[in-house]
């Protein structure tokens, strides 16, 4: 059964059409990584998913969550809310709560949203930092914490709803490059596990190593889908080579 | 020591602490009663401005104008010497209590809402991410980091209202400038009384500058980018 459906999803800001009918279906435990050029429209894909943006048209579905979205009828915030606890999201640039530990930080959405008692999620907490290799860290605020450290309390702190999915939005981009493995080594580990997975991402070494499948988008759609080895390859369309080559060139 | 600076001191040990007791019974409750309401009052119009709901906004942008744009003086005597022609009679020190909470309300409703608007985007991103709802966000994320941001313009408008509270004197409330009014009509030496008064308003306004430099301190744990 595919855990995630989308269909004919657009976004469109003022006058630009930044998504201009997207479809995309993923099975659990399968790992979706989007490639494309800058401005392409593959990060406003992945916001749309955790509703950060309010699509234009068409429709998401995730789980047992699902909202039907149409240019100018409102959205009924308990459907947004409950579309967006199916996701968690990793950003570009961690955006941690610094006015909070390593250890509140991946508490927060735990005994506000999903409202569990805070003793159990300290414990949850704890075993997430634990899983990122910060068990250490707890108590530490996030200026205190390098790059690396920063945005893999944000991968703990987006698995702490126990999403079904979770998404990356460009995850090592404001990593220096000596940091970039230490993240990388976390999301690689998550997929192993057999985590649903859609990341946005420029490593394309990693892109082929940890996905199932890659999807590139330019231009606001879907230029071309398939497995590493086919996409990396043996490229159908032109527009992939072209992505490819400038990318790989230098 | 010569007859008269004798005199001057018997004077000033003797004013000392009625002034004290005048500023620490009226200037330094009509301060911290105004300050604490007028937060609220601040809090609440921030907010609404920043919502977008049509009237109140409307409202609240109003109340605002009308503040800022007209002294403290005249509100005040609007509030005590006006309202009893239109059947409202208010009390002195209440009726000052409402000018200066009134003041505090329109001028810090400008710096909490600064506030809250320089909050990085991706911090309610990353509340609203956790399934937060808007108004979780706005309390546990937005307000704790906007307080900081806050704390020294703030701390300036109190400081600012222990000195305005002196106004309080023309509609009748015998705080620590009237008492000094008082004692110089019965002394005669304005120079030396009024001196002591500017000494008692240094001492308090020192005091509290020592607090808000702790409070500032105590936000120092983390940082905000």
Redesign the interface.
Known sequence: MAMIEVRGLTKTFGEVAVLKGIDLTLERGSVLVIIGPSGSGKSTLLRCL???ETPSSGTIAIGNAGIAFAGGTRVR?ADV?QL??Q???V?Q?Y??????TALQNVM??QI???RRPKEEARERAMRLLAKVGLETRADS???QLSGGQQQRVGIA??M??DPQLLLFDEPTSALDPELVREVLKVIRELAQEGRTMIVVTHEMKFAREVADRIILIDEGVIVEEGPPEQLFGSPKQERTRQFLSRIMGD | MSDHSERLWQIFTDSFLPLLHAGVAFTVPLTLISFVLGLLLALVTALVRLSDIPVLSWIARFYVWIIRGTPLIVQLFIIFYGLPSLGILINAFPAAVIGFTLSVGAYGSEIIRAAIISI?R??W?????????RL?ALR??IL??AA?VSVPPLSNSFISLVKDTSLAATVTVIELFAKGQQIVAATYEPMLIYCEVALIYLILCTVLAVLQRRLERYYE?????
Not at chain 1, 95 to 100: I, S, V
């Open positions: 955790n509703v950060l915030q809310l967006r606890r996701s968690g999201m950003f640039a955006h941690l709560f610094p006015h909070m927060e959405g506000t949203s999903l605020y996030p200026h702190r987006a702490s709803i | 990085p991706g911090q991103e990353a509340a609203y991410s956790l399934g937060q709802t979780q546990r994320i704790p980091q900081r744990r983390f940082d905000v980018r």
